[in-house]
């Protein structure tokens, strides 16, 4: 099974449970003060859906769908918009690691290396954005 088709298993299985998108948020809100300054007017509900879609958007690329959607999500947070520094990603990532970890039962040391792998993967496409 390939990496992006082990991680859309895992997705399913994490979309599956309930809770999962609220843990995340609640790791990546306190893994700093600059992040909850950028949600602190958020509409969370909405951002939830969002994250639900950029997530499936990220695998989807890995996957072989073109970058035109991380690419226009890139440019949404870019410098001279969102002005999401490059590397709030690595705390983003962490921070859905550990949701993962935590709602996906069969989450095991390789589907947290295909996670990496996948999501690395588009979030390079965002960072170039900046």
Partial sequence: M???????????RCCASSGF????YQYFLASSPEI????????MPAQKQLLRQGILNLVMHA?????TKLRALGCSH???????????????LQALL???????????????????EVLNKG??????QY
């Fill in 78 to 92: 870019a410098r001279g918009a969102l002005d999401i520094r490059p590397e709030l990603y690595d705390l983003w």
């Fill in 36 to 43: 909850r300054e950028k949600f602190a007017h958020t509409n």
């Fill in 123 to 128: 979030i390079s496409v965002i960072k170039a």
């Fill in 63 to 67: 996957r072989g769908m073109p970058d």
């Fill in 98 to 116: 550990q949701s993962i970890g935590e709602h996906d039962g069969q989450c095991d040391a390789n589907t947290r290396l295909a996670w990496h």
């Fill in 21 to 24: 998108f609220d843990s995340f």
């Fill in 2 to 12: 390939s990496p992006a088709d082990l991680v859309m298993q895992s997705y399913g």
